[in-house]
């Protein structure tokens, strides 16, 4: 299973990063890791380049908002993208949000898994929750 | 004219700088107050109380003015003025247009205070009339402009510096521009200092804040302090943050002090005043307000210990968003009651650990001077370039990344893999000894990963 | 059957209590799960993670259940229970005539549990329940049916002595008889510490909590702690609180443990374990809760200066009134949130100030030991009537109330007038040398006054 | 002046009123202190005796209400009471309270100044006024 992962934007928090990258990594994925400063049409690029299943964004500085809104004109750019799980997390806005909302917002925005302020593991069981329903169904 | 004097001219063209006037703001920092010069503060403070600084920026002048008045209120020592992002990228058109939205929409369109756009004839109204310091906080590799513009309005600290707000802060911008740009903002402030008390010059230690060794830090931090007093800076503060362990902070501390003073001399600079300055933890925050709390709380104890001349704090808000003023300047008020309740502190010393420290720092020193560039700021370029100096953890994509960290029982910083860093064998076996190394590589990931987030 | 089982069988044929079974009692104390015993956590506790102990009891059964609930949830280490003032003042109709009407009308109208009331069946169900070790706060000068019911319960810790539960809490109880009724305490806790792991005795070192000076605390911590192996305790535990000096702490803690093993090992009982107890601030508190809290936190990152083995906490509502048990939650998290992330503990040592420490206890022990009469209890009655012993701000009318203390710069408290304790010229000349004398009687007062005072 | 002092019921949290004596005598007053863990017979019984003017009790220990009820019941054995200023502070209620409130009760149980958590030299700064005040209406 192939993941492409980065941090979007001018965003330069790396740590959670370099973690997520050690994270997918020990749970067997082949991780495509283009790091902070990430722009939307380099993770695409990568994704359509790598063949990859998931794309993981991280966005830590509260910039998220703004390139989530830019992900639905811009896919449609790009074909063969639709299979690909579509997952953020991080800090999802500025200040404090409301969960539920952050959750409706960004799934508006094009995202299957949104894991505002949630521990990568945590986010990382429910990836392979979602992969494993997906093979399910396209088995069934 | 100068050939800085020229540069000057043309940065200040700008044309989002409304005239500047030379004449008139050297004529206002000649006789500006002495209260808004911290290296003012620094030298009367004979009892040794230590400054507490916070940290925040809002993008208009209401705001910006009302967050003052609430750190007042709370017995601020020293204002903070954080610049938003888009001036620190030099896109001074952005935060034009997002600051007209700001001001007329009444909700922040940007992170920080836009000085460039405010200009400094408007700030300089608000500067003088809290007739505090005020420390300019921003981030920015080419500050040239901003910084013209903070201490015409009368902010008399400049935090940062080519490495400093280089190596955490971004990823591709090119490192030796950074290091002609700050070379102007040194000469800049060394100038003004002569006009009246000297501006004083802030390095940024506290990194990536992230398993960063306290080598690393000092390294960084002399080399910064060399760069300015090169240039005939007479005041800067030398600075690190809370690293996990009491003991090795006030180590860190100590080494700092004395090896500052060391270089300061050996490159003719002994009549320059040193401080140090001592960050509340900076690393991943708990969520739980009350533990952050705690934290804080602690951080403001070590600090003592550590004997630190200003501290800058944290709010219990990090790890969930932009603080409000109000968690701003509740920290205030705690760490001022904190200081004063804190009494009867005892001085410590650990011999051996200063003397591995100041070694590994000499040994990493003596390679930066044995570079074969001809000025320093090359030979220091140099040295990143090629590993000699590693910071854990950033972002750029100049640093090595090579050297890797870990923490000791006592959840002090050890190197376990040197890299490029010429570590005397001695320190690296001693770093090395200090941790349980015979673990498999899953497991020591597994430290890694509990260590960096150790505060939560 | 010996005197002291005839004395008990009086005790414990109170109308009060339901029919008290000796032998059942000593059956349960025998085979009671090692968990109850905070002796047995001492002993196992290897790597010397400080127990966290909080404050708190309710009158009904339901509430002092909900408040272990809480407890537990916050991570507690030892649990307390606090019995009401009535009970304390052997007043078990009041007790139980408050106790029905806070269960029947839903309110609390006692400051406590009434433990003797509830009887020992009734409490032992939620002891073994929560099978923590359970510490018995009371401050009862006749405790007699109180630690009878109390180990019967289940709860294997009792606080107080003759001294420290008399001399800040009552002004006419006979301190006489108070030595007799403890003497009682001792034997029991000694015979039943046979059966299974020891039952621990703790002094109440805080005292007024007012300006006492550590030579004073830490003769009554060794003479309580001596009248209590005497009698057969094996397990003994000293403590202080917190006294606005970080050195004084460190100080009074170090002396304090080496003098309660030496004076152990003189009479004999070298054998008994002795631990140190470290009491959050017990002054007056800021009424601003957010300070309060500052304060708590630094009393928790001096107790781990000082090496305590176990801490006990204040809430920040103590200036306010009575806590919530939310209140007391909060500070039990917060306390062990501290101790996790307070790392790289220096070790400090002033030998100077451990030296007249050490030789001012010594004196007033030795005065005490040279009291012509014949039992130990005695002599330290003699001495406190004659003012050897002299605690500052203790509202009891045997107290001699002649010595007066200050706090020097650093905040140590410092004695400026002796009265009759016996402190060698030597250490009085030291203590007045460190406080400015030449001020007039008006600014000593009032410094007085502002040192009471000096954590608000 | 004449003031007796001390702490009301089984209350024996000394430190304040050794201040309050002090601070009086400071003030200039003639101060008869019966200390910590007095009743209210020994109060009333020791301004009979000596003549005071004001009555200045202290409760810390949140017994004053149960004793602040008993005064006017008692009140009514002593004579030549009445123009005696009578005067209470420290903790005056378990736990917090409403100030307001506890004022008006306060005053209902016979109390002139009632000085819930009030700072000591505030307190006698309102003595001050009181007494002031009345010995200008004696004189109108
Ligand atoms: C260290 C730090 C820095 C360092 C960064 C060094 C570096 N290059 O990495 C420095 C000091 C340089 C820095 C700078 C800035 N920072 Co900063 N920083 C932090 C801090 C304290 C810790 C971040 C960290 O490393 N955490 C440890 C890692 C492991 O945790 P994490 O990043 O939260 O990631 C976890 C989860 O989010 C999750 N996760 C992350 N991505 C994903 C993705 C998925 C799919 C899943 C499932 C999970 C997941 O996994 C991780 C482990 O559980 C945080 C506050 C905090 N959290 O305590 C602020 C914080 C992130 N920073 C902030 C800001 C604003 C900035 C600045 C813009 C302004 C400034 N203060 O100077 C700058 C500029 C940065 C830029 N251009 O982007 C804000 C963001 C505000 C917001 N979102 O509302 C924060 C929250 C602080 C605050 N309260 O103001 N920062
Ligand atoms: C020190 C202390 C003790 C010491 C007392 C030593 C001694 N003999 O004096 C010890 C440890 C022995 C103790 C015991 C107890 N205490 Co205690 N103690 C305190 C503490 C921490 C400080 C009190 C103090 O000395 N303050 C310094 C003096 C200078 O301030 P002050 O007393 O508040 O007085 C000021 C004002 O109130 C004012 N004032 C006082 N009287 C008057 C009168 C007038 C007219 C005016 C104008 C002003 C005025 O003047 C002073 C200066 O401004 C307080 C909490 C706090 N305040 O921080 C609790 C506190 C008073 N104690 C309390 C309690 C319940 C007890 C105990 C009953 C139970 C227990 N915890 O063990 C026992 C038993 C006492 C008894 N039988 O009465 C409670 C009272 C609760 C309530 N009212 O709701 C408090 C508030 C703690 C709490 N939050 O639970 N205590």
């Known amino acids: 299973m192939k993941v492409v992962t980065g941090v979007v934007g001018n965003d330069i928090h790396v740590v959670a990063n370099r973690l997520i990258d050690l994270s997918l990594r020990a749970r067997g994925y082949e991780v495509f890791n283009l790091g902070v400063n990430t722009y939307l049409e380099e993770f695409f690029d990568a994704v359509v380049e790598t063949g990859a299943d998931v794309l993981l964004i991280s966005s830590l500085n509260g910039e998220a908002e703004g390139w989530g809104r830019e992900v639905k004109p811009l896919l449609t750019q790009y074909k063969k993208l639709d299979d690909v799980v579509m997952m953020i997390g991080g800090n999802l806005v500025v200040g404090r949000g409301d969960p539920d909302e952050i959750q409706r917002k960004y799934k508006s925005y094009g995202f299957d898994l949104v894991c505002h302020q949630i521990d990568l593991n945590t986010g990382l069981d429910m990836l392979e929750t979602h992969l494993e329903k997906r093979t399910q169904e396209s088995n069934a | ?456």
Not at chain 2, 78 to 107: C, F, G, H, W
Not at chain 2, 214 to 224: D, N
């Open chain 2, 1 to 456: 004219m100068s050939l800085l004097q020229e540069e000057r001219k043309i940065i200040l063209s700008n044309e989002f700088v409304d005239a500047f006037d030379f004449a008139e703001v050297t004529d206002f920092v000649k006789n500006a107050s002495k209260e808004l010069f911290i290296s003012h503060h620094f030298k009367k403070n004979k009892n040794k109380k230590m400054m507490v600084q916070p940290r925040g920026g809002f993008p208009t002048y209401e705001k910006q003015y009302a967050l003052y008045e609430f750190f007042l209120k709370a017995n601020v020592d020293v204002l903070p003025l954080t610049v938003d992002s888009n001036t620190r990228l030099n896109d001074y058109a952005t935060a034009q247009k997002m600051l007209r939205l700001s001001e007329e929409n009444n909700i922040d369109m940007l992170n920080g205070y836009p000085l460039v756009t405010h200009g400094y004839r408007t700030t300089r109204k608000m500067i003088t009339h809290f007739d505090k310091p005020v420390s300019l906080r921003h981030g920015t590799p080419d500050a040239r402009l901003l910084i013209e513009t903070a201490i015409a309005s009368g902010i008399f600290e400049i935090e940062g510096g080519p490495i400093t707000y280089l190596l955490p802060y971004s990823k591709n911008f090119p490192l030796d521009k950074a290091f002609l740009y700050w070379k102007y903002v040194e000469r800049v402030c060394a100038n003004y200092s002569q006009l009246n008390e000297p501006i004083n010059r802030e390095s940024f230690g506290p990194l990536t804040a992230t398993m960063v060794p306290p080598s690393i830090t000092i390294v960084i931090q002399l080399l910064e302090m060399l760069l300015s007093l090169e240039e005939g800076v007479k005041s800067f503060s030398v600075s690190f943050a809370q690293q996990g362990s009491m003991m090795q902070d006030i180590v860190t501390g100590a080494v700092l002090k004395k090896l500052a003073r060391f270089y300061a001399e050996e490159i003719g600079c002994g009549d320059a005043d040193i401080h140090l300055v001592y960050h509340q933890w900076m690393g991943a925050f708990p969520m739980n307000r009350d533990y952050a709390d705690q934290l804080i709380n602690m951080s403001t104890v070590i600090a003592s210990m550590v004997g630190a001349d200003k501290i800058i704090t944290k709010t219990c808000e990090e790890a969930v968003g932009i603080p409000t003023k109000e968690a701003n300047a509740k920290t205030v008020a705690n760490t001022q009651y904190t200081l004063r309740i804190l009494n009867g502190l005892p001085s410590v010393v650990d011999e051996e650990e200063e003397e591995i420290l100041t070694l590994e720092v000499k040994a990493i020193m003596e390679a930066v001077f044995n570079d074969p560039a001809d000025t320093l700021w090359r030979k220091v370029f140099n040295c990143i370039k090629s590993g000699i100096i590693d910071v854990p953890f950033s972002p750029h994509i100049i640093n090595h990344n090579e050297m890797i960290t870990l923490r000791d029982a006592q959840k002090n910083i050890r190197i376990i893999k040197r890299g490029n860093v010429p570590m005397p064998d001695r320190c690296y076996e001693y770093h090395k000894s200090q941790c349980d190394l015979s673990k498999d590589t899953t497991s020591i990931v597994n430290d890694i990963i509990h260590d960096i987030g150790i505060m939560q």
